[in-house]
């Protein structure tokens, strides 16, 4: 059996890091092979970035990813309070390539997940 | 909070005599069927080219000074119609429509630049319309980012439930999905309900 490779990383991780760094750091793990859970939803600009730079890097190896969060957005009320007093949101979001991702839904306080695990030797 | 999100949109939308309005939404969402039945309406020629072949639209498509009267009212917009935004693009999805591979490759590169070029006019458009197909399923993580970052910018946006002219049209999970927006179903297509939305772009101006 082909093995598949989930991070669950911290988005304390990522906040460390520049945006473009965060978002290299990202792709960098999907193109490998693995999925990524991270521990909050994306603030919009920052999955705006991934969806860009996802699109700079397409070839007809890499076709892009799959992606899905579940938590109140950045912009809410509520989070814009929480991340003022220094605090952390709740939330998750799922990414991983869209060779792996065979169909991903989101149901606004779950996500269902089909990976399709490749026999071919992870990069 | 909904009145203050919509006093925001308001003052917005009513601030300008040439509103930059953008088509957003994913690919085959009928984002170029409803630009066109708009610029048919108001300027009497089509914006762009339907397809049923995904990234048929891979150039943000302008039209300038499109004016649409409503009520004895007029506004002037410059009307974008966005490639659809999406996470992927591979070359064997069109070639599963009959495209040779070779075109394919170059439709699929045109189809990333498209992409990237609508995700940077995010930060430039005065007022969007998300359109949305009212037979799929509407909460999906490219609609999920588009409204975040509008609502972000404090862009005005409209909420568009297309293609009503077929069975499985929803509107109401739409609804369900998006509760904060203002939501109008319409069918691009034959142009039904189509005055519901010039009634509801004039009633966000002053």
Request: charge should be positive; aromatic fraction near 6%.
């Amino acid at each position: 059996m082909a093995d598949l490779g989930i991070e669950f990383v911290s988005t304390k991780i990522l906040s460390e890091m520049k945006d473009n760094e965060a978002t290299e750091y990202l792709l960098k793990v999907i193109r490998r092979g693995d999925m990524i859970v991270l521990d909050e939803k994306l603030p919009p600009a920052q999955e705006k970035e991934l969806f860009k730079r996802t699109m700079e890097i397409i070839d007809d190896d890499f076709t892009g990813i799959e992606i899905s969060s579940i938590g109140d957005s950045e912009t809410s009320w509520k989070n814009s309070i929480i991340k003022l007093l220094g605090g952390k949101t709740t939330g998750l979001t799922v990414i991983g390539s869209a060779k792996i991702i065979k169909n991903i839904k989101n149901q606004k306080d779950k996500i269902n997940l089909l990976a399709k695990i490749s026999t071919t030797k992870r990069k | 909070m909904f009145s203050f999100l919509t006093s925001i949109i308001n003052s917005i939308f009513g601030k300008k005599k040439n509103v930059s309005l953008g088509l957003y939404g994913a690919p085959n969402a009928g984002k170029t069927t409803l630009a066109n039945k708009i610029c048919m309406d108001w300027v009497g020629e089509p914006l762009g080219v339907v397809s049923e072949v995904p990234h048929e639209t891979r150039v943000v498509q302008k039209k300038e000074r499109v004016e649409i009267k409503y009520s004895g009212r007029s506004l002037s917009m410059n009307l974008l119609d966005m490639p659809g935004i999406s996470t992927k693009v591979d070359y064997k999805e069109f070639t599963k429509h009959g495209i040779k591979k070779e075109d394919a490759q170059i439709r699929a590169k045109e189809a990333t630049k498209g992409i990237i070029e609508a995700i940077k006019w995010l930060e430039n458009v005065d007022a969007a319309l998300v359109v949305m197909d009212s037979t799929e399923d509407p909460y999906t993580q490219v609609n999920i980012t588009i409204l975040g970052n509008l609502e972000a910018r404090k862009i005005p946006v409209i909420l568009i439930a297309n293609k009503t002219d077929l069975a499985k049209s929803n509107k109401n999970k739409i609804e369900d999905a998006f509760p904060q927006y203002k939501v109008i179903a319409i069918s691009a297509k034959d142009g039904g309900n189509i005055d519901n939305l010039y009634k509801e772009i004039f009633s966000r101006v002053k």
